[in-house]
Structure formats: C-alpha cells, structure tokens
C-alpha cells in the first residue's frame, strides 16, 4: 500500500467457486496466493525467486538504508524505513512469506464461521521480549492502538469496517465485522496486524516506538539506536520459531545515494534494498557481490496531491501524461530496470483474476506514448498556459529526481511552468502522513508497492476519505464499487469489479502512471539468504541472512 521513493510468486492463486460468500482460512490462502514470477513482466532484468540459502551463522551483518525511522511504533509503520527494520522485530497474527503467499504467524490459525466474524487462535508459549507471554489480552490491546482515533494509526483504513475486538479464550481472538471485508484478513500479515505487550507499551507512553524496547516477539529484538547514525537488532534467543542466523543486525542510515553504494562496494555495509537505480551497473560489475531483482508489485507513479491548482482540470492531467517522456524515465531514472505502464497496479496483482477479466481490466488505459501537440491542445483548451505547478523532488536516488525533472521537462513542452521543492531523504516520509508536509505541493513521486496481492490495495486509495487520498477525490459511485470489492469474499468476482475501479482510476488520472518495477537486492560476497520479493516489508527477513561460505 505505500510509499515514498524507491521501492517494490511462485505458485499461482488458486480460483476459488465459492458456493457460499463465506471464505475459509484455507480457501484465504489460496486467494492471497501470489502471482507466477515474471508476472508483471519486466523485461530487462531476470527476476530471481530467491538467493542462496545461507550455510552457517553470523556474529553481525550491516545493512543500509536511505533514511531513519521516524519512529518504529508498529501503528506508524507506513514506509520503507520503519518497516525495513520493524518486519524483524514485531510480528503480526498472519505473515506474507517471501513468495508473497499468506501463512499462519502469531496466529496459528484464522477462520471465518460467518462472512462478518473472523476467529484468531494464538500459538502457546510465544515470548515477549521482556519475557513475559503473549495473551489474547495482548492483540485485542494492540489492534485496539490501530482503531483509536486519538493515535491517527496510519493503517486505521484497514480497521473501517471492524466493530469489535474480543478476547473469547485465553489464546484466542475473535474479530466483528460491520460488514464483509474480504481485505481484513490478508492485511493482518501486515504491520496492521502487529502484536505487542499491552504492559510494555503502556510503560513507555509517548515514548514508545523511538527507543528502547518494542516489547514484540520477532526473532530479533530492538538495541541501541543512535540517532541520526544508525539501529542495532540483537538475536532474541526465546523466539518461539527458528533462530535468526545472525546475532546482530546493524541498519546505517545512508541518505545520500553515493554514500551507500560506496558503503556497498567497500564492504562498510553487507548488503541492503532499495538501491539506487545509478549504481544498478557499478554493483553488477563490481565483483563486490551480487545485485538480485525480485517481484515488487510495485508501481512508480505522479501522486496528484491537490485539485485546488491547474490538476483540477481533468485535461491538465491528461496533458502532463501525454507529454511525459516515460521511456526515458525507465532508461535513465530505473537504469533500464522496469517496464512503461499506462496502469496504475502491477499485471503481477491481477495474476490470479480470470481471463477476460484480467484484460478488461488492462484494456483502454492511460495512452503511454508521447503526444506533445495534443498535450499543448489540452492545456490551452483548459486555459492554463503560464500555470504554475508545483513537484517535490528528493535526492533520495534518481529514480525520485529524474521522474521530478521529466515532469519539469514536459510541462515546459507544453506551457505549464512547473517548479521543483527540494525534500530531505528523511523527510520524504512525512508526504505519506503530514498534511502540512504536503502543502503547496501539486503532486510527487511515489513508488507504490501493494501490501497485500490484490489489486484493491492500491485501488481504494481514491475512495472518499482514504488516507492517501491526498487530492481528495470524492465520487459515489467510485465509492459505491470499492465497497461491493470489498465485501466480495470470491477472487473471480471482486476482480471484475476491480477492473471498473481500474477504468474509472485511468480515465480520471486520479495519479499519473509511469513504470512497473521490480525489487532490487544486494548482497556482497560474506552473506545471503535475504529474499528478493518486496515480502521483506512485513517478513522477518533478517532473520533468513547468514554467511554465504
């Protein structure tokens, strides 16, 4: 479902006939299974389903990534950064396994006795990391966190349609609904389904999340952070499932794109994802390690953040489209590595929808191909030669800059000035949560990678309200199919109407699409064992890495 600038199956879902619209644990995993590998189709990379199973352990392993946490408070967990790290130290009731498929996780079972009632039996004897056990006292506390209003949970969509959380056994959880919600479930892999310590959480008050311990239960628990430099993970050795590899796990921020690739290639860091699209080549051929490419799910996308300004106007949309130089973008911003879209979700999303649909769903999208005389046509039949739009750009890796100064450059083609705002690395994030952050901004670069393996993820983002609605989109109807989708328990079904929203979502340029792109790791020759898909977001991958010799 998220965020900022870079991002992000094996086996094919299963298509369910469901003669009831009920939906069995079961039936929900081969749902939410994921996509064929090459499913979206990238052609200039070879994507790997996984790297080389690490053949011993490690004392420590250095990690990079391109900014700090903001905080590592599971209910904030929205972008790269936070989640990067917390996926090893806090768990959730169901887990995304690095082939994007869901399995049991702190739950060790989930079933659905009617279509608005979800039961979540626990497993026994799973530690917290102060050492106290996990109860169902502990979940009902940690997903009521998410549906406090007061806390502004970044994962508060998830919970719309929850209308009570009750313990109903001493390991045992049982969630209402107001109405069927086919999404709930597959987001409890996700940091919205995060289970902490009720009393560790509530010791820390306002402070929890930005030091200290976490009080979760991952195979890794939080160390020393040195702020502004970097977080250290320390192996929990009463994890209730199989011990991390490594016994400490240090993450470097890294902001500036060069600095990491350099760390990378020295050896100061062993590894880390997200690498910058420029040094895609000098990785390859560095004989340093290995840089691997793997399933993202992943959109890069002009996120349309007001309607107030020139944007409103449906043509200045269509005319900042047409003029984008998008393969460019792919060859220069993503270094060759992806694919030109016209389709805001990835064909990887929609792998297990049927046929017909899945074309439908694919069929008179955004136009791709550039057509600067109509785009110059639109914005003076819109009135708006001379207006001023503005884009935030970063330095965060290219793929964020060039995508700003491409815009930059077809709205000079066609008489539109847009203007470029320089955002910190680490103040990228706060585009995604702080309105503030956003004000005077027209729009920005997001790459935006699904949290779950269904299309809907991404597509109820323009429903009335949502939390990355940001321009504020608002049409009935369009609202009316995101809720028929999600209370649509059969696959086959909610994919049709999935394609409508998809339709509606590219006539309307609700956000400009531009590139699919796959997931990119590297590792250098001491380690292995991460996984390649974007699943690292919310599966303890650490964990999996140890010396490759």
């Given at each position: 479902?998220?965020?900022?600038a870079p991002?992000?199956?094996a086996t094919a879902?299963g298509?369910?006939?469901?003669a009831?619209?009920?939906?069995s644990?079961a039936?929900l995993?081969?749902?939410?299974s994921?996509?064929?590998?090459?499913?979206s189709d990238?052609?200039?990379?070879?994507?790997s389903a996984d790297t080389?199973a690490?053949?011993?352990e490690?004392?420590?392993?250095?990690?990079a990534?391109?900014?700090?946490?903001?905080?590592?408070d599971?209910?904030?967990?929205?972008?790269?950064?936070?989640n990067t790290?917390?996926?090893?130290?806090?768990?959730?009731l169901?887990?995304?396994?690095?082939?994007l498929?869901?399995?049991?996780?702190?739950a060790?079972?989930?079933?659905n006795?009617?279509?608005t009632?979800?039961v979540?039996?626990?497993?026994s004897?799973?530690?917290?990391?102060?050492g106290s056990?996990?109860t169902a006292?502990?979940?009902?506390?940690?997903?009521?966190r998410?549906?406090?209003p007061?806390?502004?949970?970044?994962?508060?969509?998830?919970?719309?349609n929850?209308d009570?959380v009750?313990k109903?056994?001493p390991l045992?959880?049982?969630?209402?609904?107001?109405?069927?919600d086919s999404?709930?479930?597959?987001y409890?892999?996700?940091?919205?389904g995060?289970?902490?310590?009720?009393?560790?959480?509530e010791?820390?008050?306002?402070?929890?999340?930005?030091?200290?311990?976490?009080?979760?239960t991952?195979p890794?628990?939080?160390?020393?952070?040195a702020?502004g430099?970097?977080i250290?993970?320390?192996?929990f050795d009463?994890?209730?499932g199989?011990?991390?590899?490594?016994?400490?796990?240090?993450f470097?921020?890294?902001t500036?794109?060069?600095?990491?690739?350099?760390?990378?290639?020295?050896g100061?860091?062993?590894?880390?994802?997200?690498?910058?699209t420029e040094?895609y080549d000098r990785?390859?051929?560095?004989g340093?390690?290995?840089?691997?490419?793997?399933?993202?799910?992943?959109t890069?996308?002009l996120?349309?953040?007001?309607?107030?300004?020139p944007l409103?106007?449906l043509?200045?949309?269509q005319?900042?489209s047409?003029?984008?130089?998008?393969?460019?973008?792919?060859?220069?911003?993503?270094a060759?590595a992806?694919t030109?879209?016209?389709s805001?979700?990835?064909?990887?999303?929609w792998?297990?929808a049927?046929?017909?649909v899945?074309?439908?769903?694919?069929?008179?999208?955004?136009?791709?191909?550039?057509d600067v005389?109509?785009?110059?046509?639109?914005?003076?039949?819109?009135?708006?030669?001379g207006k001023?739009l503005?884009?935030?750009?970063?330095?965060?890796g290219q793929?964020?800059?060039?995508l700003a100064t491409?815009?930059?450059a077809?709205?000079?083609k066609?008489?539109?000035?847009?203007?470029?705002?320089?955002?910190?690395?680490n103040?990228f994030?706060?585009l995604?949560t702080?309105?503030?952050a956003?004000?005077?901004?027209?729009?920005?670069?997001?790459t935006?990678?699904?949290?779950v393996?269904d299309?809907?993820?991404?597509?109820?983002?323009?429903k009335?309200?949502?939390y990355?609605?940001?321009?504020?989109y608002?049409?009935?109807a369009y609202?009316?199919?995101?809720?028929q989708a999600?209370?649509?328990y059969?696959p086959?079904k909610?994919?049709?109407?999935?394609?409508k929203?998809q339709?509606?979502?590219?006539e309307?340029?609700?956000?400009?699409?531009?590139?699919?792109?796959?997931?990119?790791?590297?590792?250098?020759k001491?380690?292995t064992?991460a996984?390649?898909?974007?699943?690292?977001m919310?599966?303890?991958?650490?964990?999996?890495?140890?010396?490759a010799?």
């Open positions: 479902m998220t965020p900022t991002a992000r199956r879902p298509r369910l006939a469901l009831t619209a009920l939906l644990a039936a995993v081969a749902a939410c994921g996509p064929p590998r090459g499913g990238q052609a200039a990379v070879q994507l080389p690490a053949k011993g490690l004392d420590s392993f250095t990690w990534t391109y900014a700090e946490p903001p905080t590592l599971y209910i904030q967990a929205f972008d790269y950064p936070q790290v917390l996926s090893n130290v806090c768990e959730s169901m887990r995304w396994t690095p082939q498929t869901l399995a049991p996780g702190l060790e079972k989930a079933s006795p009617d279509a009632t979800w979540y039996d626990l497993r004897g799973v530690h917290f990391h102060d056990v996990m006292d502990d979940v009902v506390y940690s997903l009521g998410q549906t406090n007061d806390n502004a949970s970044a994962w508060a969509q998830v919970f719309q929850v009570s009750a109903t056994g045992q959880v049982t969630v209402k609904l107001k109405q069927p999404q709930f479930p597959q409890m892999a996700t940091a919205a995060v289970v902490a310590a009720k009393a560790g959480v010791a820390a008050g306002k402070d929890y999340g930005t030091g200290g311990s976490l009080d979760c991952g890794f628990k939080l160390g020393a952070w702020k430099q970097s250290e993970l320390q192996r009463d994890y209730w199989t011990k991390a590899k490594s016994k400490k796990v240090v470097s921020f890294l500036d794109p060069s600095a990491r690739t350099n760390a990378m290639l020295t100061d860091v062993d590894g880390g994802y997200l690498i910058p040094s990785l390859r051929k560095s340093a390690g290995t840089l691997y490419f793997g399933e993202g799910l992943s890069v996308n996120n349309v953040t007001s309607m107030q300004g409103g106007d043509r200045v949309r005319a900042l047409l003029a984008l130089d998008r393969s460019g973008f792919v060859r220069t911003g993503l060759g992806g030109v879209t016209g805001l979700t990835t064909r990887a999303a792998a297990g049927p046929d017909d899945r074309k439908s769903a694919f069929e008179h999208l955004t136009p791709t191909a550039q005389e109509r785009a110059k046509a639109l914005v003076k039949e819109a009135g708006a030669e001023t503005t884009v935030a750009t970063s330095t965060i793929d964020v800059s060039l491409a815009v930059q077809a709205g000079a066609i008489g539109l000035n847009v203007q470029l705002r320089t955002i910190a690395p103040a994030t706060a995604f702080d309105p503030k956003r004000e005077g901004l027209d729009m920005f670069p997001e935006y990678y699904d949290s393996t299309p809907l993820d991404l597509l109820a983002n323009f009335t309200g949502a990355q609605n940001f321009a504020g608002s049409e009935p609202d009316g199919l995101v809720d999600t209370a649509e059969d086959a909610r994919a049709a109407i999935e394609a929203l339709q509606t979502a590219s309307q340029l609700l956000w400009i699409p531009v590139a699919e792109w796959p997931t990119a790791v590297f590792l250098n001491r380690i064992g996984p390649t898909t974007i699943s690292y919310y599966y303890p991958w650490a964990a999996d890495v140890g010396a010799r």
